[in-house]
């Protein structure tokens, strides 16, 4: 009944969503699995630091609304948290604004995340330094190239129309690069950092259905 997973870097160890908790597992069969944090609280959008299995980010409801948090190990014996005894969290924002979609850096050292109707954010990763990249009511998918200078990310205008733009991840002034009067969202990044692809309806003429392909962009 997993609703979603998120894999260390290693490809060792597992952290399920299953019915709002977080499970941790290894990939071997049979392992233990630790309900690190029980409780009737709403746990999802799970990711591991990269290059690590000591801290897992996720959105939990406890403070009332969605707030981003950090799952870190609180036995001084055992950083592992899978194998730790005793789990902290960390919470990044206020719990006022409702704050959905985390997302790591490459590096680990930033988190991108949407804010209230649709801010996009990024701060550091212990919290500090938190800004807004762009403002919005409508910010869809978005993605950090691979050497986390840059933001790609759709958004939808007041025609219903969405398209993929590109901005400094630092901040700065945002780049269409799709520019096309229908859908297209999901950007996604080659490894190089060197092409972006996405999803896009265009070639959809039929009003009673959706159908994508995949568009990709020589940068």
Not at 88 to 106: A, F, N
Request: charged letters at 25%; hydrophobic letters at 35%.
């Amino acid at each position: 009944d997993a609703g979603e997973v998120a894999v260390s870097s290693d490809g060792e160890e597992y952290a399920l969503a299953v019915d709002g908790e977080i499970v941790l597992v290894n990939k071997e069969l049979g392992g233990r699995a630790v309900v690190a944090v029980p409780g009737p609280w709403l746990e999802q959008s799970l990711s591991f630091r990269p290059g690590s299995a000591d801290t897992l980010l996720f959105v939990g409801d406890r403070d009332g609304e969605d707030t981003v948090c950090l799952l870190v190990s609180d036995d001084e014996e055992e950083p592992m948290l899978r194998a730790a005894r005793a789990y902290r969290i960390v919470t990044l924002t206020d719990g006022k604004t409702p704050c959905t979609d985390p997302q790591w850096s490459p590096e680990g050292d930033r988190i991108l995340y949407t804010r209230g109707n649709g801010d996009l954010r990024v701060m550091d990763a212990d919290g500090k330094n938190d800004d807004t990249l762009f403002e919005s009511w409508n910010i869809g998918d978005y993605a950090w190239s691979p050497d986390g200078h840059w933001i790609a990310f759709s958004r939808s205008d007041r025609n219903y129309n969405s398209d993929i733009f590109i901005m400094p991840s630092t901040g700065g002034d945002e780049v269409n690069v799709t520019r096309h009067p229908d859908y297209d969202e999901g950007p996604v990044w080659s490894a190089d950092g060197r092409v972006l692809a996405w999803s896009t309806a265009r070639h959809d003429h039929d009003p009673n259905s959706r159908t994508f392909d995949v568009y990709a962009l020589y940068l």
